[in-house]
């Protein structure tokens, strides 16, 4: 196991530049997913890391080892790949071999590896069986027992479950982060999916437009995001964000469109008429009746709560509620943010604004 390091790093593609400078520290042992929209440059990133990609600038390390012009089969790294990538014509015990066949490892040691990763994955009745036989969750299963029997250093995941249907790809999750709990081996993991980065990392590497917005643990970027980038892309239903500005004489508020008081807990200093974005997440709403009255346009219940999506001065929230409604579309009802826990945004640079 070791440590990564990606100090600096850069890539262009001719002159278009895709990663400006990104410097990540990951620790020995932990799971970190690189996260983002597509075309951010996470995959990009994670390639560059594995030596599939040439580094334009800057310096990746893996331990103490600068890898910048090592070659990929060099650099002690396993990767999982979004396509599963097996060889048709081989078993799932072929497969999971085949890497270390390559490397001219004694039969005995392969046998043993091969089997102990079947052991873990659940794979010891498929050994036999061809890639064809399999369905996509026991194939992406294959594939991490490749992975595993390299014993590699770091193991890099490119979207591996993106192929795979809702109620398997949660059924995998857990089979990932569980595999990592067990064999502790520094895990880097790319997904656009933030239900998976909130579940499954130590550590969550958020990307836009290839530069980092923001590093920190799940909780932390859901709680406390820096800019509101993140705050829209963490969280689902995603946070709403309401222009207007900040009244903070007196009792602190905010004047939202077409005039709608909203609570704040306290303004930032000197914030006094400041032009803001209020951002409030859906769950953070109740029904009271000093709330700002909202019309209800539509309802979408999921069984364990229920979203709804309404005008609030004009424009469109989501409020998610887990008590049962009767709301019907037209309804009038009050939607109260709850104030400790509103996000304030400044309207030009997208930066935090409260502590």
């Known amino acids: 196991m070791a440590s990564v390091t990606i100090r600096d790093v850069k890539k262009a593609f001719g002159s278009t530049q895709v990663i400006h400078g990104v410097t990540v520290s990951i620790d020995d042992g932990e799971f970190v997913v690189l996260v983002g929209p597509s075309g951010c440059g996470k995959s990009t ?6 030596g599939l990609e040439n580094i334009t600038g800057g310096e990746i390390r893996i331990g103490e080892r600068v890898v910048n012009n ?13 396509n599963y990538a097996l060889y048709p014509h081989m078993t799932v015990a072929a497969n999971m071999a085949f890497s270390l066949k390559l490397r001219g490892a004694p039969k005995a040691e392969t046998d043993e590896r091969v089997n102990r990763a079947a052991d873990i994955l659940g794979l ?3 050994l036999e069986r ?6 996509g969750g026991q194939r992406q299963r294959v594939a991490m027992g490749r992975a595993i029997v390299r014993d590699p250093q770091v193991f890099l995941f490119d979207e591996p479950l993106s192929n795979l249907d809702a109620k398997l790809r949660v059924a995998m999750r857990t089979e990932i982060k569980e595999l990592h709990q067990r064999l502790k081996t520094t895990t880097v993991y790319v997904t656009h999916d933030q239900i998976e980065a909130m579940t499954m990392a130590d550590k969550i590497v958020v990307m836009h437009d290839g530069i980092v917005e923001q590093i920190g643990t799940p909780l932390d970027l859901y709680d406390k995001p820096e800019n509101q980038f993140v705050a829209g892309f963490i969280g689902s239903p995603a946070m709403n964000f309401l222009k207007g500005q900040i009244k903070a004489n007196g009792s602190a508020g905010f004047t ?4 709608v008081r909203l609570p ?7 914030s006094e008429g400041r032009p803001a974005v209020y ?7 109740t029904i009271a009746d000093d709330g700002a009255e909202a019309e209800i346009v539509v309802v979408e219940p999921t069984g364990s709560e229920t979203q709804v999506f309404a ?8 409020a998610v509620f887990r008590e049962r409604h009767k709301f019907e579309p037209g309804d009038k009802v009050r939607l109260k943010p709850d104030p400790a826990l509103v996000h304030l945004f400044d309207e030009q640079t997208g930066k935090r604004l409260n502590a």
């Open 45 to 50: 990133l994670l390639r560059m890391i594995a």
């Open 70 to 82: 090592v070659p990929p089969k060099e650099r002690d790294i396993a990767m999982v790949f979004q």
């Open 124 to 126: 010891k009745p498929l």
């Open 130 to 135: 061809f890639p064809r036989q399999l369905s």
């Open 256 to 259: 939202g469109p077409n005039g």
């Open 264 to 270: 704040l807990q306290a303004a930032p200093t000197n």
């Open 279 to 285: 951002g409030i997440r859906p769950e953070h709403f």
């Open 311 to 318: 005008k609030l001065g004009g424009e469109e929230v989501v």
